[in-house]
């Protein structure tokens, strides 16, 4: 069964520094999105994307967020200028033209 | 006010019994979409069901149900016998009108007796 792949598993950054999350969505989907659950709390989104460019996104994605698709497989989350604050899982998703999303397994980012 | 609201952040219930998962939404927009996720301790988030507003019947898959009552703006994931592996966080999440972004409530911890 097709699923959403997200590396790595974990990534330890020290404060400041610039990370890139990467995913890859399921082949056929054309909705991609970046969540994140901060630890213990409620799974809040951050952005949408379709069609190569963001079609939704939330007030937590501001300047230092940014997300690309370099190829036609891979879908990434940059973080500029890494905070303690931005630790937290980050879930990419995808979706068909239908609205159900499947979740990656998530990038633990732990910033030190 | 769009918020979706779970209610029990805990719950028991005995291995091979059912169980109800609370949740609540509130929104003015007619077209809306629910979703149950479910995350095992290992962390990832696991589609289980999804429910439109327009849609008729209430969705199924395999041991999962959702008893979606419009007027009283519920939704609730019915469980039906369940099993020690379905202990896990489970995550109502809804999407307004035409947006795609999922909302998510607070989940409720589910744990299953052996």
């Known amino acids: 069964e097709p699923e959403v792949t997200q590396t790595p598993s974990h990534q330890v950054t020290q404060m400041g520094q610039e990370v890139i999350l990467r995913c890859v969505p399921i082949?056929?989907?054309?909705?991609f999105y970046w969540y994140r659950q901060i630890l213990g709390q409620k799974v809040e989104f951050l952005v949408s994307?379709?069609?190569?460019?963001?079609?939704?996104k939330s007030e937590i994605f501001d300047d230092q967020f940014s997300v690309e698709r370099p190829d036609g497989s891979n879908f990434t989350l940059k973080i500029r200028s890494t905070k303690l604050e931005d630790s937290a899982m980050y879930f990419c998703?995808?979706?068909?033209?239908?609205?159900?999303?499947?979740f990656g397994p998530g990038t633990r980012l732990t910033v030190t | 006010a769009q918020k979706i609201t779970q209610t029990q952040p805990g719950m028991f219930v005995q291995e091979k019994e059912a169980v109800t998962l609370d949740c609540t939404y509130d929104?003015?927009?007619?077209?809306?979409?629910l979703f149950w996720y479910k995350q095992p301790s290992s962390g990832e988030m696991i589609f289980l069901i999804y429910?439109?507003?327009?849609?008729?019947q209430n969705a199924t898959e395999g041991r999962y149900s959702l008893n979606f009552q419009k007027a009283r703006k519920s939704a609730n994931l019915v469980i039906s016998a369940s099993q020690l592996g379905d202990s896990a966080m489970y995550f109502c999440?809804?999407?307004?009108?035409?947006?795609?972004?999922?909302?998510f409530g607070s989940g409720t911890q589910l744990t299953v007796l052996p």
């Open positions: 998703a995808s979706s068909e033209a239908h609205y159900e999303q499947y």
């Open positions: 082949s056929n989907h054309l909705y």
């Open positions: 994307f379709y069609n190569n460019e963001i079609s939704e």
């Open positions: 929104t003015s927009d007619p077209s809306y979409g």
């Open positions: 429910q439109g507003s327009y849609d008729q």
């Open positions: 999440a809804m999407r307004f009108g035409s947006a795609r972004q999922l909302t």
